[in-house]
């Protein structure tokens, strides 16, 4: 495919310091160079104006534009979504963002994965629609790229996004789970030759072995030439740094704190594997998002019993050099979902501490449900209990999970495909 197109890209921001995002807009660039190199891609982040930037895929060098649509308070901005909606009404008044749109081919539409939906609050869900809505009102042909939808607990909300799935030109879902809500969603309106059920794009995000080079113990330990085991795990700040507001907002019956610490000390105690703790979501220390401040804080409570066998990984790497790294651990489990992705879809036997249906879907579609372990189901001892049984099969799941993974990967090229097709619409296709 060597003709010509514009491309908008809207809800994978590449500027935040969530490697699941990132992931979700390097897949996605990845998969149109590979498939229409001459493509003029924009994608929309949390800068100001339009810049240029670089992405190198296989030693190739593509060249597209960063152009700035933040959802803030300061509606004097060009760039605020709020101002573009409303310059969209007048034709548009020299706004960049709106001038994208409305000069492009197809606009794609990921919304951060997981983020189409109102259980974040009314602000993030207008932050996420607001492209979708410009968009639709441009009459440009928006394609939701393969996502999760839902679940809306506002009528009013839900109400948007049944408009913007039924006008859209084509949309995916990233997993069975997500068809059966988005099917809901069209209601009558659902079209099979429009409407797809797929898989999540981070499958296909490249690996690169990191530039700035490893903490020498954490190099030796991935090493082929490795001795003992090398274990990862993922711990998410969000949930760690704050356990009160994790059973307050997504009723946790198991102390997470409680089966992360315990679950690694039996690691440590039972066996002689080394261990590394992975960030996914970069912000600084002491943010409660952090991940970095999280494993930190597990490192100082086993500091007794690690013995040079736990080591934290620095939040020097994006996301595909994490993805490198997570691919040369003999387990991996993880709480940020395209964290395990990562796993997944490089053939590491994986476990998840999930609390929401995205990743349990994820980990059907690669055949790997059971080892996905909820805290809102199970008490801290099943946890642990549950991870560790996991860890023990490793070498039977990553048997099971080589003769599955290939085929999702294959599902995801295939899917993309489609994709780029879509967005050649009646420009045909090479």
């Known amino acids: 495919m060597n003709k010509g197109i514009s491309i908008c890209l809207a809800g994978a921001l590449p500027d935040t310091n969530n490697l699941g995002v ?28 339009v810049r240029s930037a670089t992405f190198t895929d296989n030693g190739r060098s593509f060249e597209y534009e960063l152009c700035g649509a933040v959802h803030s308070r300061r509606l004097y901005r060009r760039e605020n979504l709020w101002n573009m909606r409303m310059s969209a009404w ?60 839902g679940p809306f607990k506002n009528a009013r909300c839900k109400r948007i996004a049944e408009r913007i799935v039924r006008g859209a030109t084509a949309a995916w879902a990233r997993d069975e789970r997500s068809f059966v809500a988005l099917r809901e969603l069209l209601g009558d309106a659902f079209d099979p030759n429009r409407h797809h059920s797929g898989v999540d794009v981070a499958f296909l995000l490249p690996k690169f072995e990191p530039v700035k080079p490893l903490p020498g113990p954490i190099l030796r330990w991935l090493s082929a030439e490795r001795e003992r085991p090398t274990v990862g795990f993922n711990i998410s700040g969000l949930i760690y740094n704050d356990p009160k507001a994790a059973v307050q907002r997504y009723g946790f019956r198991a102390d997470y ?57 620095p939040p020097d790497y994006d996301q595909s050099e994490m993805k490198w790294i997570i691919s040369h651990c003999d387990w991996f489990c993880g709480t940020r979902m395209h964290a395990t992705i990562a796993g997944l879809s490089t053939g590491v036997p994986t476990a998840a501490i999930a609390y929401s249906i995205k990743t349990q879907g994820v980990f059907e579609t690669c055949g790997q449900g059971e080892h996905v372990k909820d805290p809102r189901q199970l008490s801290t001892d099943e946890m642990v209990n549950g991870l560790f049984l996991s860890f023990q099969q490793r070498e039977l799941t990553r048997s099971h999970l080589a003769e599955r993974i290939q085929n999702v990967k294959q599902q995801a090229e295939r899917q993309m495909d489609q994709i780029i097709a879509t967005s050649f619409g009646e420009q045909g296709i090479d």
Do not use: W
């Not at 992931?23 to 001459?38: E, F, K, P, Q």
């Not at 993030?124 to 928006?142: E, H, S």
């Not at 992360?260 to 703790?277: A, G, P, S, W, Y």
């Open 90 to 149: 007048f034709g548009g008044l020299g706004n960049q963002g709106v001038r994208a749109i409305a000069h492009a081919d197809a606009v794609f539409d990921i919304s951060g994965g997981d983020s189409f939906t109102d259980l974040y609050g009314r602000r993030c869900f207008n932050g996420v629609v607001l492209p979708k809505l410009i968009t639709l009102q441009q009459q440009r042909p928006l394609i939701l790229l393969p996502q999760t939808y």
């Open 22 to 49: 990132s992931a979700l807009c390097a897949s996605t660039i990845a998969g149109v160079v590979r498939r229409a190199s001459n493509a003029s891609l924009t994608v929309f982040d949390c800068g100001k104006g």
């Open 257 to 313: 704190r409680e089966v992360v610490k315990k679950f690694l000390r039996r690691v440590l105690e039972e066996t002689d594997v080394h261990i590394l703790l992975i960030p996914h979501v970069l912000v600084e220390f002491g943010h409660y998002e952090s991940d970095p401040s999280a494993n930190q804080a597990v490192a100082n409570e086993l500091h007794d019993i690690a013995d040079k066998r736990l080591a934290i990984v």
